[in-house]
């Protein structure tokens, strides 16, 4: 495997002026805002994380649903910018069998999943590149906070950073296909490299869950849990604020909490974004 190149991992923070707009009366993107999207499509591989303040959403919201979203279908009106915006980076995907399809999915807490590993629980969410090892995983992923709740902790690894201090022989192991999610009963998914190329540059697919499909590869993968522990670090989004998120070598996660389920807790929109040919 490469050496890793030079990668940006601040935390870039742009001004209120550059936001969204999220009322009838100002939609689109601010001229900033725009090029930075655009620029952080045509470097993803080493985007980094671009975090955004001051976008704009609807002054009254409706109460966060106690249902999943699929089932109300109401827009709340930062769609089309959301969509534009993340058009920017790229082509927005879904999936079917997430969220009906939806190109902007709705994220916030469901007393049904509260112990599940998903975006609507109220556990910790283990660390994770979204949808690792599926077919035409994203390549980035846009979060909007459409409702905060300072308790939450959004979690962020950049995996060039733990890579650049893992021993070559760990760096090796990582990128064999040796790496796999254990199913009900004890059998494994066919195992697949945490590490591999993309466009001439690392790409890395990553969870929590996974487990060493041979003992010789267990040490590989807890240096790497431990490098990720390490340089974790913590976002507390407010509301207006927007992360970019290069899927491709960042893993992101979430602090447990306790949802109230009464209508005020954490919401979120979210769209995910394959890069342009």
Known sequence: MPEPGPHRRALLTLPADT???????????????????????????????????????????PPTPDRPYAEL?????????LLALASLV????????????????????????????????????EMHTETAFRPNTPDALVLLCLRADERVGTLVCDLLDVWAGLDPGTRRALAE????????????????P??????????????????????????????LRAGIEERTVTVTLRTGDLLLIDNTHLVHGRTAYRPRYDGTDRWLQRCLIRAAA
């Open 73 to 81: 279908g109401h827009p709340i009106g930062t769609e089309s910018p």
């Open 19 to 61: 936001a969204v707009g999220g009322d009838e009366r100002s939609y689109g993107l601010g001229p900033e805002l725009a090029r930075a999207a655009t620029r952080f499509g045509r470097t993803l591989g080493e985007a980094g994380l671009l975090h955004v303040t001051g976008v704009r959403v609807p002054p009254v919201l």
């Open 194 to 223: 945490v590490a591999s190329q993309w466009r001439g540059r690392l790409r890395f697919n990553y969870a929590e869950a996974l487990c060493a499909a041979g003992e010789e590869y267990e040490r590989p993968l807890r240096a």
């Open 177 to 192: 296909p040796a790496f796999a999610f254990r199913l009900p009963g004890g059998t494994l998914t066919e195992p697949k």
């Open 90 to 125: 790229g082509e927005v995907i879904s999936f079917a069998d997430w969220h009906a399809g939806a190109r902007v999915q709705n994220l916030y807490p469901l007393r049904g999943e509260a112990s599940r590993q998903n975006a609507s629980n109220a556990v910790y969410l």
